[in-house]
């Protein structure tokens, strides 16, 4: 079985998912799909997808644009 099949924002709007900014009135948006990432049996599996993708929007994984832009910043050192 695919991993998005077992997702759990298959049963929400997909609105939910897409804030239109990282703040502001965004915030409680953010915090509700958060709290359907948290509940999600593949959040490792999406989270891992939008990382390797370089997926720019919208909350996957339980992370936001900006939280998963912050975790694949290249190493300065190279390593
Ligand atoms: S972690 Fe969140 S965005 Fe990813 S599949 Fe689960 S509910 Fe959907």
Redo the contacts with the bound molecule.
């Keep these: 079985m695919n991993?998005?099949e077992r997702?759990?924002?298959?049963s929400?709007d997909p609105e939910l998912?897409f804030p239109v900014s990282d703040d502001g009135s965004s915030l409680l948006q953010i915090e509700r799909?958060r709290q359907?990432?948290h509940r999600?049996?593949?959040?490792r599996?999406?989270?891992g997808w939008?990382l390797r993708n370089g997926e720019t929007d919208?909350?996957?994984?339980?992370l936001t644009p900006r939280q998963r832009r912050e975790l694949s910043v290249p190493d300065p050192a190279g390593a």
Excluded at 7 to 10: E, F, G, M, T, V
Excluded at 40 to 43: A, F, K
Excluded at 58 to 62: F, I, L, Q
């Design positions: 991993w998005h997702a759990a924002c298959r929400e998912f799909a359907v990432c999600c049996p593949v959040l599996e999406c989270r939008a919208g909350v996957w994984g339980g």
